[in-house]
């Protein structure tokens, strides 16, 4: 079965320590992995997706096969990082999108 | 500005009654998305399309759902004989094919703001 799994509801730093929010993934095919970004107030947005191999806003996020992983880091988190984090598999051969529960990130002064 | 719109933003209403809402992605989005959002969860897929067709439609729909984009462009999500269960919120999203991604998956998901549905 296919499955995105967040296992952090909630995770709480200060501002400027390295942030990790995880994600693990369970797919027999061939994944696409992304990152979207829910800010207050505002809509649901892509991050970043591990096919561009992009660092935006400074996150960064690694597609490991082995462990069935892709985690989202940051070294310095902003308090402007805030926000709802959801991880999300694209499966091959379909287009359907298969979303994490996400982990709200919370960034402290 | 994602240029996807959803319509009406909220609504409330009575168990057993019908509500539809309304999805406008932009004329570049030959998939359209339908999502279910509840407190808590992450979006949960209902069902998408590529220009007109369905292509797929999650087993969690129930008979009481159904969804169609007439013309490839707009979309309309119908909930029948609403439930108290079914108040969550609806998001559309919309994307494009792209030469980067190729038929392997679809590019970018552009969401719209959502519909909230309440059922009392």
């Known amino acids: 079965a296919q499955r995105v799994t967040q296992p952090e509801k909630l995770l709480s730093v200060f501002k400027g320590a390295p942030v990790e929010l995880k994600c693990n993934y369970s797919?027999?095919?061939?994944?696409?992995l992304f990152w979207y970004v829910q800010y207050s107030r505002q809509r649901l947005q892509l991050l970043l997706r591990?096919?561009s191999r992009e660092s935006i806003k400074g996150f960064t996020a690694d597609l490991n096969k082995g462990e069935t992983s892709f985690h989202l880091k940051k070294p310095f988190a902003q308090e402007e990082d805030s926000a709802m984090y959801y991880c999300?598999?694209?499966?091959?051969?379909?287009?359907?999108?298969?979303f994490g529960t996400g982990t709200r990130l919370k960034v402290l002064a | 500005d994602t240029g996807v719109s959803q319509d009406p933003r909220h609504k409330i209403t009575k168990r057993g009654q019908n509500v539809t809402f309304r999805c406008d992605p932009i004329?570049?989005?030959?998939?359209l998305y339908w999502y279910r959002q509840t407190l808590g969860q992450g979006p949960e897929f209902l069902t998408y399309?590529?220009?007109?067709?369905?292509?797929?439609k999650s087993r969690l729909l129930s008979d009481r759902f159904s969804a169609e984009r007439p013309k490839g462009s707009f979309s309309t999500l119908e909930i029948q004989r609403t439930e108290q269960g079914d108040s969550a919120m609806y998001l559309c999203?919309?994307?494009?094919?792209?030469?980067?991604?190729?038929?392997?998956?679809?590019?970018?998901?552009?969401f719209g703001e959502g519909s909230r549905l309440t059922v009392l």
């Open positions: 797919y027999s095919g061939s994944p696409e």
């Open positions: 004329s570049e989005h030959n998939r």
């Open positions: 999300a598999l694209g499966t091959s051969g379909t287009y359907k999108y298969i």
């Open positions: 999203a919309g994307s494009a094919s792209s030469a980067e991604t190729g038929a392997r998956i679809a590019g970018e998901l552009f």
């Open positions: 591990h096919i």
């Open positions: 399309f590529q220009n007109e067709a369905q292509l797929e």
